[in-house]
């Protein structure tokens, strides 16, 4: 069964996935849904017909110095919806401070081109977040 990393966004959602074996993680896509959590579960719900999956993995957004934003309650309804939509999927969470930050460093090393960045970022930035959660289980 594989895991599915979400940084879940205003008007964007990147999604990451890991292989079969939860050995690597991959960028899947990154869903536009402008503030329509109808759209990101109707594609979660087409991602679950392609792949098992036992867990979602949601980046929460924490401030540096450790309180809550005012994304985490935002996140937090999103997070009640996908219990609702899926209750037999896990759900964990992850601190996902600098994420985006690692997500922009990385497309600055590759030189990948400004009008890409936008499209990809919040998929980067869900492969950091899957990664450092499927890092803290293997401890």
């Known amino acids: 069964m594989r895991k599915l990393g979400i940084d879940y966004g205003d008007a964007r959602v990147g999604i990451s996935i890991t292989d079969g074996l939860n ?5 899947l896509e990154t869903i536009h849904h402008q503030g ?8 979660l719900e087409e991602i679950l017909g392609q792949y098992e999956i036992d867990t979602f993995v949601i980046g929460m957004p924490i401030n540096m110095n450790g309180t809550k934003t005012e994304r985490v309650e935002v996140t937090e309804k999103f997070i ?13 969470t992850i601190d996902e401070r600098l994420t985006t930050v690692e997500a922009h460093k990385t497309m600055n090393f590759l030189n990948v081109d400004k009008k890409k960045k936008r499209n990809i970022v919040d998929t980067i930035s869900a492969v950091y977040i ?4 499927m890092k803290k289980i293997q401890n």
């Open 23 to 27: 050995i690597t993680v991959q960028g």
């Open 36 to 43: 329509n959590d109808k759209i990101v579960l109707k594609r």
């Open 80 to 92: 009640h919806k996908l219990k609702c939509k899926f209750p037999k999927i896990a759900i964990e």
């Open 130 to 133: 899957l990664e450092t959660y």
